[in-house]
């Protein structure tokens, strides 16, 4: 691992392939960081470079390596940051982007601005969020203007929702860099801005999908990702849902079964 400058105030990473192909960029979700994903998610990076694939990363302000305070990201600001990571990856390779969780609503957002570029998108466990109502909006945009800082004002389950392998929730729950708090006023703001915008732009949404969720996901919603999947435009969109899975489905009792799922259908593309 390298560290890569994305010309930001964010750390930056890169996992060079001996022999690559193709590139992904790779956004972690809330309260995670990328480095994650190196040892845990089915040891993803790892394989994913043994498979042919350069590895890009961020971690969001307030996560991970980056400055800020923990758990503290606007959204909005978190798309115009993974474009212009995208815009600093090598030209000329195949590119991929890979969201997890809130990074798949990130991706979402950066999808539907600029396709360019891109020959493949990998959502898991997206954030999406159903359009908005009015009262949302008003107190989101009260809450954030009063507390931006403070915890949003709804219920969210604990680091338990992550997986049903107690060995590895043990693991998750001792690790300091882990932001374990309830997402804040503002990120609770610009989530609801970010995926209002996403379903309004599905019908630029050319590219290649991939999106899998799990049904017992209860830290982010599978009926999303399923109406996602059904509003994008591409032509080339498949939707795996997986019985019984929790919300880090690579960090799953399933894991096996969903890393060559998630394998197959990127390696039949590149």
Known sequence: MNSW???????????????PKAQILLQHGYGEYAERYVDQYSNLIPKLNQNGFDVYAIDLPG???????????????????????RSKLPAGVPTILFGHSLG?????????????NVIAVVLSSSAMQPPSKRWERVLGKISAA???S?????????????????????K????????????????????????????????????????????KDTSTSHLQSQAL?????????????YPGGFHELLNDLDRQEVERDVFAWLMARV
């Open 150 to 170: 403070a915890p949003m004002p709804l219920p969210r389950p604990g680091m338990e929702a992550l997986t049903r392998d107690k060995d590895l929730l043990a």
């Open 172 to 215: 998750i729950m001792a690790d300091s860099k882990m932001y374990q708090g309830k997402p804040k006023n503002l990120v609770a703001k610009t989530v609801l801005q970010i995926s209002d915008e996403v379903w309004t732009k599905t019908d630029q949404w050319k590219v290649p999908t991939l999106i899998f969720h799990g049904n």
């Open 229 to 241: 999947h059904e509003k994008i435009a591409s032509p080339d969109h498949k939707l795996l849902i």
């Open 5 to 19: 400058d994305i010309g930001a105030d964010v750390a930056g990473y890169v996992w060079k392939a001996a022999n």
């Open 104 to 116: 798949g609503l990130i991706t979402a957002g950066s999808i539907t601005r600029d396709r360019a």
């Open 63 to 85: 996560h991970g390596n980056s400055k800020g305070e923990r758990g503290l990201v606007d959204l909005t600001q978190a798309v115009e940051l993974h474009l212009q990571a």
């Open 146 to 148: 009063i507390a931006p």
